[in-house]
């Protein structure tokens, strides 16, 4: 099993940035596909990035494309989310995902292990 924490979330302005940490512990991160995935009050969880278990290969969804960079750093069992030119419709709770195989995956279900999240509030 792993155990994931979020952190990093805020309340910002639009145009800010923030940068979003997922650290895991138990068994080693590197084993795991990581991914990102928001909720806005009333909506269905979203997902935002994913990253392999090496950190070579990256998808996102296109409402973040540009914007946001997802990265690991294995040594640090820690994921990020790089979050730039923030806009009010990115508001939400930020999850971090983790799924015990190597295939990206943008569907909810497919990943195991969830952390609590951390809210980013980002202001008009």
């Known amino acids: 099993q792993v155990q994931l924490v979020e952190s990093g979330g805020g309340l910002v302005q639009a145009g800010d940035s923030l940068r979003l940490s997922c650290a895991a512990s138990g068994r080693t991160s590197s084993r795991y596909t990581m991914a990102w995935f928001r909720q806005a009050p009333g909506k269905e969880r979203e997902f935002v990035a994913t990253i392999s278990r090496s950190g070579g290969d990256l998808y996102y969804a296109d409402s973040v494309k540009g914007r946001f960079t997802v990265s690991r750093d294995n040594a640090k069992n820690t994921v990020y989310l790089q979050m730039n030119s923030l806009k009010p419709e990115d508001t939400a709770v930020y999850h971090c995902?983790?799924?015990?195989?190597?295939?990206?995956?943008?569907?909810?279900?497919?990943?195991?292990?969830w952390g609590q999240g951390t809210q980013v509030t980002v202001s008009s």
């Open positions: 995902a983790a799924k015990y195989d190597a295939i990206l995956s943008t569907t909810p279900s497919r990943y195991a292990y």
